[in-house]
């Protein structure tokens, strides 16, 4: 009933809520993604977006086609694996920032071990700037992390947008300099935040410094600042700092996944991760 190449160009769309990227990641026209969008919502009966010059949403019915779409795709290369006959082998060194520590990306790394038992993956969490320079150096063979809008390496997950998030009770003296929660460099975010204060003029000091999502979160929470954070990942206990406080934009950020120099024996299982998070990354935006 639902074509897998419509299902897979949904599921894109509504990971990057852009036609355009949407495009860009699968290879395709934006006037053929139009086209299976289209198709795919006369299949179903439903509208499952809605769109303007400016933006792109999902509806209701959106939101309940992303679990039956990424489902149809798991079950479909399941069975495609299976009938193949191959077996997927050999060391897979991949790479994810602390952003996902929260999220439900242990449970995709789960399936995937389950799919493919004869890959050793081994895991490295890290921030987004570490993992970029691992992968360059050879020292991992995929990443998923942040980029900036402007930058051209990686294939696109989704993107967000930056806010200031902190403790609810929270409150910033406007005659004192922002306290600051960052991750050390080459911290994307932390190098977000500094610029986009220093471009406004505004003071701030650096309250506490950790490499670790969960030191900097038990630091937000303890009140002692505010931190510069995805807002479609925001911790539990935690929330944005309103705009009354005058904090400056932080812009957007890109989640991506990269392929390093890929040797014969991982690049199979790299390419086959690569699928399984693409598939799966509305599940990124949900905590475990």
Request: one cysteine or more; proline letters at 5%; hydrophobic letters at 40%.
């Amino acid at each position: 009933m639902y074509d897998p190449s419509q299902l897979r160009t949904f599921l894109a769309v509504a990971q990057t809520l852009s036609f355009t990227q949407a495009a860009r990641r699968l290879g395709l026209r934006q006037s053929t993604v139009s086209q299976h969008v289209r198709r795919l919502e006369s299949t179903a009966g439903r509208q499952l977006f809605t769109r303007d010059t400016h933006s792109v949403e999902l509806t209701e019915d959106g939101e309940a086609m992303l679990g039956f779409a990424r489902r149809i795709l798991e079950a479909h290369e399941q069975a495609a694996a299976f009938f193949s006959g191959t077996r997927l082998r050999g060391r897979l060194r991949f790479g994810a920032s602390e952003d996902f520590v929260l999220t439900r990306l242990s449970e995709i790394l789960e399936g995937f071990r389950h799919d493919h038992p004869e890959v050793d993956l081994e895991l490295t969490v890290e921030l987004s700037g570490t993992l970029h320079e691992q992968l360059a150096d050879g020292r991992l063979d995929l990443v998923l992390a942040k980029r900036r809008p402007e930058d051209p390496r990686g294939e696109l997950v989704w993107h967000d947008r930056m806010v200031w998030i902190g403790g609810e009770r929270l409150r910033l003296d406007p005659d004192r300099p922002v306290p600051l929660i960052v991750y050390p460099p080459p911290g994307i975010s932390r190098a977000l935040a500094l610029e986009a204060l220093e471009r406004q003029g505004r003071s701030w000091r650096i309250a506490c410094t950790s490499g670790s999502l969960n030191g900097l979160i038990a630091a937000a929470r303890a009140g002692l600042g505010v931190m510069a954070h995805t807002r479609g990942l925001i911790p539990p206990g935690l929330v944005r700092v309103p705009d009354r406080a005058g904090l400056p934009e932080l812009g957007e950020v890109e989640f991506v996944l990269v392929h390093g120099r890929r040797h014969t024996a991982a690049r199979g299982a790299a390419d086959a991760l690569s699928t399984v998070i693409l598939t799966a990354g509305d599940r990124l935006h949900r905590a475990s």
